[in-house]
């Protein structure tokens, strides 16, 4: 067992050992800012599911009885919750950002967490959430679009390479690392990392944390986590860090049982500020292994004169900056745009008017960032801007293409042009037929069960077809067959 040199240090190895190699159950989060639990619950029991609430983080519960996977499930598709790991959801009530704050993410895919924070701060704010995969972005992306993160900007970037321009109220560095704590999960994670890969990577952790201390603001705090049990990793590189960088590390205060940090690992010691520090063992909440430590940025002498200066050349993301407008193309575009929807859909403008507005790659966002940290704008090859809120529209040579996640998340005010179908339709219209609808003009709809919009679809002679991205075909195929064998088997 690769854990063995742990024995020593984990209070409770038998326990540990035991719990290690029973499988991890399935626990999900409520995006509380979408619906409130009790109604999903009821949903999700409506259909044979059996779950129950964890005592703590707040709105997760475990899934003790399941027909079917519960990813497969109309409300999993709404983004009404995110399937997360327990341990992962202390970090954002740990790191706690204020509604209104300006957090970055780094390292934010495939966004749990970031999701989760958008919680925390009930919407209100911005959220910058940042990875370097291409791969990574994509799982991002998405995730941000099917909960309809309205704040959240997001960024392919290098953690290491990251801009020093401007300061954030609050930063998130889940850092890359060996991911032990995965071990129930993972068979990789058990599978011992060579020396020289574990030296990379603890570099590669060190220059990410220093690098999120320089961007976050004097007084602000700050979240170091990683996946594995590794002191090397974890208490290691906080030491390297407390040495020569202003922060201090603060307490912990949440209602959760723990291991606390610590202060030697065979011949090595590590900083006495390392006992502020979170260990999380999967015997703590039945859930895979976490390290977390919150530290706090001390303002440094002369601090007070940056900020000032920061400040004064717009530098800071303490407003949104009037060079920020649209061009007149752009403010051409955006006005298209919301006139479709209104004339189109039935969208009613003052619903509209809840968004701010982008135009960029021939697409129309709307967003509710309330920051704009204008100097990762600036163009760079090692930086690239992916997606601002929700993508609303993409203008073709046929004219304005509604997005499916945009259509999906205003489902109430959708009035016009909405074409509901029954499971047993939805299944012929994702295996690639078409289905006759009446009195309805070329052009696109918005395909909703029930009382819910699915995604985005086009009328062509009297027949539609489904325009959801190829991607994700298969899965709403799977949500509706298993939603007509649960029927059947209700009956």
Not at 267 to 293: E, K, N, V
Not at 343 to 361: A, H, K, N, S
């Amino acid at each position: 067992m690769i854990f063995e040199r742990y024995r020593p240090y984990i209070p409770e190895w038998d326990r540990f050992c035991a719990v290690a190699d029973t499988p991890e159950p399935t626990t999900i989060r409520v995006q509380t800012q979408r619906i409130d639990p009790d109604d999903l619950i009821r949903r999700l029991e409506q259909q044979g599911f059996r779950l129950e609430p964890l005592a703590f983080p707040p709105a997760f519960y475990r899934v003790v009885a399941s027909p079917f996977p519960i990813s497969k499930t109309v409300e999993h598709w709404l983004g009404l919750f995110y399937i997360q790991q327990a341990s992962t959801g202390l970090v954002a009530p740990m790191l706690a950002p204020s509604p209104g704050s300006c957090v970055l993410d780094l390292c934010a895919a495939p966004g749990g967490k970031t999701t989760h924070l958008y919680d925390v701060m009930r919407g209100q704010g911005t959220i910058l959430a940042c990875d370097v995969s291409h791969r990574r972005l994509r799982a991002l992306l998405s995730n941000v679009f099917r909960m309809g993160l309205w704040n959240v900007i997001v960024f392919r970037l290098d953690a290491r390479n990251l801009p020093a321009d401007v300061w954030f109220d609050a930063v998130l560095v889940d850092v890359p690392c060996t991911a032990e704590g995965n071990l129930r999960s993972s068979t990789r994670a058990r599978t011992p990392v060579s020396p020289r890969f574990l030296r990379y990577i603890t570099r590669t952790q060190e220059v990410i944390l220093r690098r999120a201390i320089d961007v976050t603001r004097p007084g602000g705090m700050l979240a170091y986590v990683t996946c594995t049990f590794a002191p090397e990793e974890n208490e290691g590189v906080l030491t390297q860090v407390l040495h020569d960088m202003p922060v201090r590390v603060e307490p912990i205060t949440l209602p959760v049982d723990h291991d606390t940090g610590w202060l030697r690992f065979e011949d090595r010691t590590f900083d006495p500020q390392c006992a502020h520090a979170w260990r999380i063992y999967p015997y703590h909440l039945d859930s895979g292994g976490l390290f977390m430590a919150r530290l706090r940025k001390v303002a440094p002498s002369g601090s007070t004169r940056r900020l000032r200066y920061l400040c004064q050349q717009g530098m800071l993301p303490l407003g949104y900056p009037e060079h920020e407008i649209p061009s007149e193309e752009a403010a051409g575009q955006i006005m298209a745009v919301r006139r479709y929807l209104i004339e189109t859909f039935g969208i009613p403008e003052r619903v509209l008017d809840r968004f701010r507005w982008m135009y960029w790659g021939k697409t129309v966002w709307a967003h509710q960032c309330t920051s704009w940290p204008v100097g990762f704008w600036r163009p760079a090859r090692n930086r690239q801007l992916v997606g601002v809120g929700v993508r609303v529209a993409r203008r073709t040579r046929f004219g304005w293409k509604p997005s499916s996640y945009f259509l999906q998340h205003l489902s109430p005010w959708v009035r016009e042009r909405r074409v509901s179908l029954a499971p047993n339709d939805w299944i012929r219209l994702l295996q690639g037929q078409t289905i006759p609808v009446t009195r309805m003009a070329d052009g696109y709809v918005a395909l909703a069960l029930e009382d819910a919009v699915l995604g985005c679809g086009h009328v062509r002679q009297g027949r539609v077809r489904h325009m959801i991205p190829a991607e994700r075909t298969r899965l709403l195929q799977d949500v509706m067959q298993l939603r007509i064998q649960h029927a059947i088997s209700g009956a």
